[in-house]
């Protein structure tokens, strides 16, 4: 089965699960490139400058679990709070990559969009401006930045996909 009719064939609730488990399996990549290098960039827009925060990824994989098991009205608000902020704070180097003022690998870079993505999706934005579902996406990205970085091989992340597709279905 194509990974696209996997993710769409899970519940969303779901699908943040799995999409937070394969950024959380590529947290070390963002880990490891920002213990060896500043992560920090000027913006060519207006010429400031910015610091990243090395726990962003961290954080939000953090963030976003506890998100995905509450069901209580108010807690639903005081998340959502933090939710917006996580954005704007992830929006941020984002859009500096985008605009080739933040130069990172690729796999950084991966990750980076992937958690990006699984907030705008949680955030209750679905899909991509082509259409695509942003879980999938996010999936899509951290998978390709695991498998680039040789953290898991593609039968190994076949495993995960087996498994999550047998245990919620």
């Not at 399996?25 to 090395?54: A, C, Q």
């Not at 941020?92 to 990006?116: G, H, K």
């Not at 970085?149 to 039968?155: E, G």
Request: proline letters at 2%; hydrophobic letters at 35%; aromatic letters at 6%.
């Amino acid at each position: 089965m194509p990974l696209t009719e996997l993710v769409n064939s899970l519940e969303k609730k779901t699908q943040i699960e799995l999409a937070i488990e394969l950024i959380e399996i590529g947290l070390p990549i963002w880990e490891n490139y920002n213990s060896e290098n500043r992560i920090e960039y000027t913006d060519s827009v207006v010429g400031m400058y910015h610091i990243i925060n090395k726990n962003l990824i961290k954080k939000s994989i953090k963030l976003l679990k506890k998100i995905n098991v509450q069901n209580n009205f108010l807690t639903d608000k005081i998340n959502a709070l933090k939710i917006k902020s996580l954005h704007d704070e992830i929006r941020e180097p984002v859009v500096a990559r985008e605009d080739d003022d933040f130069e990172i690998p690729i796999e950084v870079e991966l990750i980076l969009y992937s958690t990006s993505n699984l907030i705008e999706y949680v955030m209750g934005k679905t899909h991509s401006s082509l259409n695509e579902n942003l879980a999938y996406i996010s999936i899509n990205q951290s998978i390709d930045a695991i498998t680039k970085s040789k953290i898991k091989t593609f039968d190994q992340i076949n495993e995960i996909l087996k498994t999550c597709k047998t245990e919620y279905n």
